[in-house]
């Protein structure tokens, strides 16, 4: 028993330290609603209140404590950018040119929700793109040492009062990512957006960007003369082979690169083409390339995304986001914004922690010894650990500058 008490401290510890560095400017009431929720995700891995509020033992009702957290939830949204911006400084330190930033777009499902505020068709991924009731998040994340972080995420109707296009969500998010953190990363976008309009965002702002060509009539500038894409890639044959890994499987490619120019911008941009055996994709980037090596560093840069959506599917899956029970936008974006420093958190005190790393894991009873994705072990884990603790963090609210803890009374006796 000893190990898990002095686990489970480091795990409450880590997480309330994190949380407290997240209220900086906010109120004892908010400080403390942040620090319960955040805890509460990791402890019981649900969005519902109920399971939140069970994961706190507090000696209350349990239906107390659930209209405290959802009056709560409602008070914190107007203070969610403050929350939003503590968190960017507790991440900015881990951020470095090596760092691959990403944004896009997900889906809730909500198939069954008739009360939901504004709920809408969406397109929904796991199940061949069919519209079902839902709502729509953007998204934007960063990988930083093969682990995913989330930098900002929103939950947002089209129906809504005051939308204007997924594009005007876009933007005001990757300015907000801007503002926080400049260009130090490179940004990595899907083919949803091959638009003149990233390109010209991207490049006024110097920010390196590799977005995934769609449009494969696009016209673009090559040696002075119009032509499309589609023709330009059959103009090469590929000139470097490599072997990228993707999803799960090795694939054998050769690869191209051109310079050319897309109307309406005046930077000469690059076109880098990737030739699998039946297809060829082709990403349009800023980024000097200027032979074989930066070539195929932008192709592996590319190819690493897959980690950020398996990071949607994580928080899908793993934390049964979609199952989320309150009902109004304001609420349900004040429970998404923490639970994504919660899964943040998760991460940033596991690290550099190789003894708690390492009992997490083992806790985790997984099969394989090593995986590609270790979230869902380090959820599991962190849950298995925790589950021996037989109260809450509520020692961890002191009402006076002396804090005072005693150690034992927190865990289950053996």
Request: net charge positive; glycine share 4%; aromatic share 14%.
């Amino acid at each position: 028993m000893n190990n898990y008490n002095t686990f489970i401290y480091q795990i409450k510890g880590g997480l309330c330290n994190f949380s407290s560095k997240l209220s900086k400017s906010l109120g004892r009431v908010e400080s403390k609603f942040i620090s319960s929720v955040v805890y509460g995700v990791v402890k019981s891995d649900s969005p519902m209140l109920s399971e939140i509020g069970r994961a706190l033992k507090e000696n209350i009702k349990l239906k107390d404590t659930i209209d405290r957290l959802s009056k709560n939830l409602a008070n914190i949204y107007k203070r969610l950018d403050v929350l939003w911006s503590n968190y960017h400084n507790e991440i900015k330190p881990k951020l470095n040119s090596e760092s691959i930033m990403s944004f896009d777009f997900s889906d809730v499902i909500k198939p069954l929700g008739k009360k939901f505020e504004d709920l809408t068709l969406v397109a929904d991924g796991s199940d061949e793109h069919k519209l079902k009731l839902g709502y729509w998040i953007a998204e934007a994340t960063v990988l930083i040492n093969d682990r995913v972080v989330s930098l900002y995420s929103q939950v947002f109707s089209t129906i809504s009062k005051g939308f204007k296009s997924t594009n005007d969500i876009a933007f005001k998010i990757l300015d907000k990512v801007y503002s926080s953190f400049g260009n130090i990363a490179t940004m990595v976008m899907d083919r949803g957006f091959d638009d003149q309009k990233f390109f010209k965002y991207f490049v006024a702002k110097t920010w390196g960007f590799i977005i995934r060509a769609s449009h494969i009539n696009r016209i673009v500038y090559y040696d002075g003369s119009k032509i499309k894409l589609s023709v330009l890639k059959n103009e090469f044959k590929g000139k470097y082979s490599t072997t990228i890994f993707i999803k799960g499987k090795n694939h054998r490619v050769k690869c191209s690169f051109v310079k050319i120019k897309v109307p309406g911008i005046k930077e000469e941009l690059t076109v880098i083409f990737v030739y699998f055996n039946k297809s060829t994709s082709m990403f349009i980037t800023n980024l000097d390339v200027i032979g074989k090596n930066s070539c195929l560093d932008i192709v592996y840069t590319y190819y690493k995304r897959w980690r950020i959506e398996e990071y949607f599917k994580y928080k899908k899956q793993c934390f049964t986001f979609e199952n989320f029970r309150v009902r109004d936008l304001e609420r349900i974006n004040s429970l998404n914004t923490l639970m994504t420093v919660a899964l943040s958190a998760i991460e940033l005190i596991t690290r550099n922690k190789t003894n708690l790393l390492s009992f997490i894991l083992k806790e985790a009873n997984s099969i394989k010894d090593t995986v590609r994705f270790e979230y869902y072990r380090l959820a599991r884990g962190l849950k298995s650990i925790l589950d021996h603790t037989i109260t809450g963090i509520a020692c961890f609210f002191v009402t006076s500058n002396i804090i005072q803890l005693s150690l034992f009374e927190n865990f289950a006796e053996t």
